[in-house]
């Protein structure tokens, strides 16, 4: 079983829907938990990160983390043809100076169409 | 912001020569640098990690005479491939952190490599 489970998609969904993206993990020593948009051959670009449970919203974003479930969301509103991307969720036991490893769950794929 | 520089954005080489790929950290110290490998829709594997002036550290299954790893300051670090052969052609992409990376961990934006 993989530490991170994330469906690899692809997910279609009309401009304007909501999109509902999630992980689940294995590993109750992880803390802080990101979300990376990655369009086609560029470099992950974080979106947001939360630290245990809770909610965090940014714009058109939310990121809910469930810790009791292992189980991690982020919902795009009035989701954008530019939201179509694939979706990366990571996750570390500890950010304390950027030296722990993130374990990336596969991501998904989105495509919103017009 | 935070922002790391990945130099080239994509490189053709001949089997058999060795190509470097270089990442940069801007306005930040990367202490560590982490190095993954990312196939079509695929996720990122990490292959190493890298501390400033430190020996890096490869995951199970990475030869580590053939991707060579140099993070001789806090700004700069290094991956060459050597000996390249096509199976070596993929998406490699870094990642810097340390105090002042977004999130904790800044990347870079890739580097296509194609070995021919």
């Known amino acids: 079983q993989k530490e991170v489970e994330q469906d690899p998609g692809p997910l279609s969904v009309p401009e304007g829907a909501i999109v509902s993206l999630n992980c689940t993990y294995s590993?109750?020593?992880?803390?802080?938990f990101m979300w990376y948009r990655q369009y086609s051959r560029k470099g992950p670009e974080l979106l947001m990160y939360t630290y245990s449970s809770g909610n965090k919203e940014d714009g058109r974003f939310t990121a809910q983390v469930d810790k009791s479930s292992k189980y991690i969301s982020l919902f795009i509103r009035d989701s954008q043809p530019s939201d179509s991307a694939t979706y990366l969720c990571?996750?570390?036991?500890?950010?304390?100076?950027?030296?722990?490893?993130?374990?990336f769950g596969t991501g998904t794929q989105l495509k919103v169409e017009l | 912001g935070a922002v790391v520089s990945q130099h080239p954005s994509w490189v053709i080489c001949k089997s058999g020569t060795s190509v470097k790929i270089e990442c940069r950290s801007l306005?930040?110290?990367?202490?560590?640098m982490f190095w993954y490998r990312q196939f079509p829709k695929q996720s990122l594997m990490l292959m190493a990690t890298?501390?400033?002036?430190?020996?890096?550290?490869?995951e199970q299954g990475v030869e580590k005479d053939k991707f060579l790893i140099n993070h001789a300051s806090l700004t700069l670090s290094t991956l060459t491939v050597t000996s390249a052969h096509p199976e070596d052609s993929s998406f490699y992409i870094c990642?810097?952190?340390?105090?002042?990376?977004?999130?904790?961990?800044?990347f870079g934006s890739g580097t296509r490599l194609t070995v021919v």
């Open positions: 590993n109750s020593a992880f803390q802080y």
């Open positions: 990571a996750m570390s036991p500890d950010l304390t100076g950027g030296g722990n490893k993130l374990t």
């Open positions: 890298s501390n400033e002036g430190s020996k890096a550290t490869y």
């Open positions: 990642s810097g952190g340390g105090m002042g990376a977004i999130g904790g961990y800044t």
């Open positions: 306005d930040f110290q990367a202490t560590t």
